[in-house]
């Protein structure tokens, strides 16, 4: 195991330490994540609900399509390939929010989420819903990987990623931090209060690859970052 990727594990497990427990509820009480299953939700909106052993927290995976925006102490988590997901964050109101779309644009009569173009303005205007201001935004976009190899014709991942930067620049929400491009997929935990994001890079189907990476002490490479935001492996 590579120091780098050794210090990152460490980093996770003392911010694991520092969060609060999710509570055991005395018997006849319902649960926190059985509260959260029971609401209702809104078209696209995340709804998958369970508790997190790792982070022990009460948590949310998004599916491909969907969205979730909190302002309220939960892990937001979903694993990417080619996919992106956008984290918006408002320090100021303490608000973020996560979408994980597939392609940057299609038919999007169904409401759904699975296009860039609409997943973008959902989560945008779901968070502003809630109290955030776009002039207070920031964002950290994670995917865009060309996670098949030869899977090239496409470029699926590529697209993907143009389009969310393009996106965002647009609407002047600066990125803070991003992981995204080169062959790996990607699980992501987002913690929407504080605006903190921890991506692990699973394994691939790119053997050959490896075998180079680990000569160039690249296994564990730690995400880009510039200054204002932190991505960091776990």
């Known amino acids: 195991m590579s120091a780098s990727w050794t210090s990152s594990i460490a ?3 003392r911010l694991a330490a520092a969060m609060p427990p999710t509570k055991t509820l005395p018997s006849g009480r319902v ?13 696209g909106e995340a709804s998958f609900f369970y508790a997190d052993h790792h982070f022990q927290y009460d948590a949310v995976k998004v599916l491909p399509g969907e969205y979730f925006v909190s302002n ?10 080619s996919c992106i997901a956008a ?5 100021r109101a303490r608000i973020g929010g996560m979408n994980h779309f597939m392609l940057p644009d299609g038919d999007t009569g169904d409401g759904s989420g699975r296009y860039g173009s609409f997943a973008m303005e959902l989560l945008i205007n779901e968070m502003l819903k809630l109290g955030a201001r776009r002039e207070t ?13 030869g899977f090239t014709t496409m470029n699926v991942g590529e697209r993907n990623t143009q389009f ?4 965002l620049a647009t609407e002047r929400i600066p990125i803070v931090s991003q992981d ?5 997929p990607r699980k992501v935990c987002y913690f929407p209060v504080t605006g903190k994001a921890l ?5 691939h189907s790119h053997p050959e690859t490896l075998a180079v990476e680990e000569r160039r002490g690249n296994a564990a490479t730690v995400a880009k970052s510039n200054a204002g935001g932190s991505v960091d492996l776990f």
């Open 72 to 81: 309220e102490e939960i892990v937001i988590m979903t694993v990417l390939g």
């Open 180 to 184: 995204v491009l080169d062959i790996h």
């Open 31 to 43: 649960s926190r994540v059985d509260q959260l299953k029971a609401q209702t939700r809104k078209p």
């Open 164 to 167: 969310v930067q393009d996106y």
């Open 137 to 149: 935004m920031q964002a950290k976009i994670f995917g865009g990987g060309q996670v098949m190899a």
């Open 199 to 203: 991506v692990k890079r699973l394994a």
């Open 11 to 13: 980093a996770s497990s």
């Open 87 to 91: 984290c918006i964050w408002d320090g």
